[in-house]
């Protein structure tokens, strides 16, 4: 396997430009809608503030304990079908139903019991649960991930922390 590598001091200010932004074949636009919030400035009066909200569509995929590592050991197919849910989820949903037939056809599966097990898999990693009435509908779990507001979708599970994140 070799040595371990350490990871070399990386001066950002050396680094230059990202060529993925940039180029003139390709300029990064990022499509937004202006948002007025309510909020209190520093003198405790109220204010309106604007702010930019992305307008494209977008799964967050959360930095949470166990996460990497339940994602990492995922076998190929497993992985296969978590970003393929991460993709088709619709916003703001907790369960997706999977066209199994599509699904299997779209991406080379010729076994049903290789969907199953990539579901069984993702089971286990606590990402999706398969509903008990309905086939091929997964609940998502999103500890893990969410196409959406999390805080809209679930206010009565917020927990304000009493310090902030590292």
């Not at 398969?130 to 599970?157: A, E, M, S, T, V």
């Amino acid at each position: 396997m070799g040595r371990l590598k350490i990871r070399p001091e990386i001066d950002e200010s050396k680094l230059g430009l990202n060529p993925l932004i940039g180029d003139e074949d390709y300029k990064l636009r990022i499509p937004a809608r202006k948002k007025s919030r309510n909020v209190i400035n520093k003198f405790k009066e109220p204010d309106v503030k604007e702010i930019y909200i992305e307008a494209t569509p977008f799964t967050k995929v959360f930095d949470v304990t166990g996460g990497k590592d339940n994602m990492m050991n995922l076998p190929i197919r497993s992985k296969e079908l978590l970003l393929y849910v991460m993709y088709y989820i619709d916003v703001g949903c907790e369960y997706i139903w999977i066209n199994r037939q599509e699904y299997m056809k779209n991406n080379g599966i010729k076994s049903v019991n290789t969907f199953k097990k990539a579901i069984e898999d993702l089971s286990i990693r606590r990402y999706v649960c398969p509903h008990i009435k309905i086939k091929d509908l997964l609940w998502i779990n999103p500890y893990y991930f969410f196409k959406g507001d999390r805080l809209g979708k679930y206010p009565n599970n917020i927990e304000v922390l009493k310090k902030p994140l590292k």
